[in-house]
């Protein structure tokens, strides 16, 4: 048996059949053989890019202090990158700086000690640039090996 409570009105389910009671209330539809519960999502509705080049390969260097370098394509004509996920791997302690291409505006910032990272970061809230067209771009503070992985999207 299940009590629910649809838009104000309370509802006593006894027998799986008892959903069918539900239908036509306010425009709801109980789930049928045609129109199941979901089981799964259908995952984003966006095209998730990654990497630095149509290889998905990761931006690696030696080297990134002596400037600021692109670590991802850039955005579908017209459109923002949206960041999803970020995994930066470094050799030596530095500090990592992310920045959008042209305004050098400072996207994300981190201090990574020897032989770490950032690990995975999937972000909770949006990483998106302020200008259409532009790529994330990535700099140290000192030379040392690093490799950044970058999962990202593109939207209006």
Not at 12 to 33: F, I, K, Q, R, Y
Not at 102 to 117: E, F, M, Q, R, W
Not at 131 to 152: E, M
């Amino acid at each position: 048996m299940a009590i629910v409570q649809v838009k104000g009105k309370t509802y006593v389910l006894t027998e799986p059949g008892d959903a069918v009671a539900v239908a036509g209330v306010d425009g709801l539809t109980p789930p049928t053989a045609t129109n199941p519960i979901p089981t799964s999502d259908a995952g984003p509705a966006w095209t998730t890019v990654r990497g630095v080049n149509s290889d998905g390969e990761p931006k690696a260097s030696a080297d990134l202090s002596g400037g600021a370098v692109a670590c991802t394509q850039a955005p579908v004509t017209g459109q923002k990158l949206v960041i999803d996920d970020l995994v930066v791997s470094v050799d030596t302690a530095m500090k990592v700086t992310f920045t959008e291409e042209t305004s050098g505006k400072v996207v994300l910032a981190g201090y990574c000690s020897a032989n770490n990272g950032f690990g995975q970061n999937t972000f909770r809230g949006k990483i998106k640039l302020a200008t259409a067209n532009k790529k994330l771009f990535v700099q140290t503070s000192v030379a040392g090996n690093i490799s950044i992985q970058t999962s990202y999207h593109s939207e209006a």
